[in-house]
């Protein structure tokens, strides 16, 4: 199977397991990512993050943006 | 903004006891719950100095050049109109500029997301489904991945609903952003959102039928 149909049906079909919602995940996101950039299981502290994030490509722009911002030193 | 109406989670997140993690957040919070007075007013405007920094940063990271401007003023003042909304829901579990710049950001994606499909029609046509096999329909496709390509275009066609066929094909087959679909449809994103995840859910259920588990390892599609 190529990458562009791996990854169009793994869009397709979402992540296997729970997620949390795409509010929770704008609640929890600020904690996230600053787990992620201390190093810490950021997975661990929002259970569902990951595979929200995997699932839903408008929260993980969001992600990839605060990331970036703060990786840039704001 | 965000949808409190979705339920797609089965994780729930503990709340912790409100707390600030630096000096600096504690001194926003206090600043900007005064409501009134200088100091009240000069943490506003520092405030939004620092959300317009991160809207900019963000539609320049996008790659917008047109209007970048007046989008991140637009992006500033609706994030600022929204934290001090939401003040109250700070639960100093990040710096309190970290929890800020987030606002700013959705502000600036959504902008640029609407911005780049104005004027452009979103598909929300029956046909979209039949993307799935065209992409698998190639010479180098083997047999077992064209059997699950065809496998979740029939699911698509026949489990599904309209509605949740339409919502899936959308952003997922035609790359649709959530919160455009949202405002053509008049609902939220997080509604979508529900719906693209039981139309998800549906699928899987559907392919597990016929003893299909895809994507569970490199070439091993049964």
Redesign the interface.
């Known amino acids: 199977m190529s990458d562009e149909t791996r990854n169009r049906l793994a869009g397709v079909l979402g992540p296997a397991g729970p997620e949390v919602t795409c509010e929770v995940c704008f609640d929890e996101l600020d904690h996230f990512v600053e787990l992620e950039l201390a190093g810490a299981d950021a997975e661990a502290a929002v259970p569902g993050m990951t595979a929200h994030l995997e699932g839903c490509p408008a929260c993980a722009e969001d992600h990839a943006a605060l990331r970036a911002l703060l990786e840039a030193g704001a | 903004m965000?949808?409190?109406a979705?339920?797609?989670?089965?994780?729930t997140?503990a709340q912790p006891t409100p707390a600030f993690p630096d000096p600096e957040s504690e001194t926003w919070v206090a600043d900007l719950g005064l409501g009134t007075g200088p100091a009240y007013d000069a943490a506003v405007a520092r405030l939004h100095d620092l959300l317009l920094?991160?809207a900019r940063?963000?539609l320049r990271?996008r790659g917008a050049h047109t209007d970048l401007d007046d989008l991140a003023f637009q992006a500033a003042n609706d994030a600022l109109v929204a934290i001090l909304a939401k003040l109250p829901?700070y639960r100093g579990?990040?710096?309190f500029?970290?929890?800020a710049?987030?606002f700013a950001?959705?502000e600036?994606?959504v902008k640029a997301?609407r911005r780049a499909w104005r004027g452009r029609e979103v598909p929300l046509d029956a046909e979209g489904w039949a993307?799935?096999p065209a992409?698998?329909n190639t010479p180098?496709?083997?047999a077992e991945?064209a059997e699950?390509?065809g496998a979740?275009s029939t699911a698509?066609a026949t489990v599904l609903t309209s509605h949740q066929r339409a919502v899936?094909v959308a952003?997922?087959?035609q790359d649709v952003?959530?919160?455009v679909l949202a405002e053509r449809l008049g609902t939220t994103?997080?509604a979508l959102?529900?719906t693209?995840?039981d139309a998800?859910r549906k699928?899987?259920a559907q392919?597990a039928l016929q003893g299909l588990e895809?994507?569970d390892s490199?070439?091993g599609?049964r």
């Open positions: 965000l949808s409190a979705a339920s797609v989670a089965t994780v997140v920094r991160a940063f963000e990271r829901t579990q990040s710096r500029t970290t929890w710049y987030k950001l959705l600036a994606a997301r993307l799935v992409r698998g180098g496709t083997d991945t699950l390509l979740v698509i899936l952003i997922t087959l952003p959530i919160d994103r997080g959102y529900k693209l995840h998800r699928l899987r392919l895809p994507l490199e070439g599609s």
